[in-house]
Nanobody
Framework: QVQLVESGGGLVQPGGSLRLSCAAS????????MRWYRHGPVGERELVAD???????IYLDSAKGRFTISRDNAKNTVYLQMNGLKPEDTAVYYC???????????????WGQGTQVTVSS
């Protein structure tokens, strides 16, 4: 079994910062691309940031300059540092990763349980 567990969400005022973490655990052989998605209040899903195993990064346009994705391969963990938060960043943030399991060596896509980020004064 492979699990992704997120932490770090919460309530923050506009202009504030939060750091999300997502740790992969279980029968892991390798972790490829790791991602952060968000689902907003009206249900739309956006890819916020994406980091490949060798470090190549993609950001949602509205996240550029404010959010930073990083990873610690030794800990199978991905982070999302969010600065300059705006009310429109309010969403449930989900970790997503492509992971090869030691059980059958198959590459599968996994999701975390989500963490709520609310930006409000």
């Amino acid at each position: 079994q492979v699990q992704l567990v997120e932490s770090g969400g919460g309530l923050v005022q506009p202009g504030g910062s939060l750091r999300l973490s997502c740790a992969a655990s279980g029968s892991i052989l390798s972790v490829n691309t790791m991602r952060w998605y968000r689902h907003g209040p009206v249900g739309e899903r956006e890819l916020v940031a994406d980091i490949a195993s060798r470090g190549a990064i993609i950001y949602l346009d509205s996240a550029k300059g404010r959010f930073t994705i990083s990873r610690d391969n030794a800990k199978n963990t991905v982070y999302l540092q969010m600065n300059g938060l705006k009310p429109e960043d309010t969403a449930v943030y989900y970790c997503n990763a492509d992971i090869k399991s030691t059980m059958d060596f198959a590459l599968r896509n996994y999701w975390g349980q989500g963490t709520q980020v609310t930006v409000s004064s």
